[in-house]
């Protein structure tokens, strides 16, 4: 499945903060429609392009929806920062 949103790049702090964009809500409902068949250990796999850039990581459900994490390398490559709306292009499931 792939799917396509905007989402505010927001922030978690734990013992070194990381920054994560939410799912909207009718993005994380289609989630929830196939989580059964793509889930491991209670995170969902994705690869993900935001802007130029291609991820492959794992989202995972907190505050009633999945996080899609960002890593650092992303966030400057694309010029990112906490708040600012990301456009996502993504593909739920491993490949």
Do not use: H
Request: proline fraction near 9%; avoid cysteine.
């Amino acid at each position: 499945m792939e799917l396509d949103f905007v989402g505010e790049l927001v922030e978690w702090r734990g013992p070194a903060p990381f920054y994560f964009v939410p799912l909207p809500p009718v993005a994380a409902d289609l989630v929830e429609e196939v989580k059964a068949d793509v889930a491991y250990w209670g995170v969902v796999p994705v690869r993900a392009w935001i802007g130029d850039a291609e991820l492959t990581t794992a989202m995972f459900p907190r505050e009633g929806t999945w996080f899609l994490p960002v890593k650092a390398a992303v966030r400057r490559a694309q010029g990112l920062g906490l708040g600012d709306p990301v456009e996502v292009r993504m593909q739920v499931g491993r490949d």
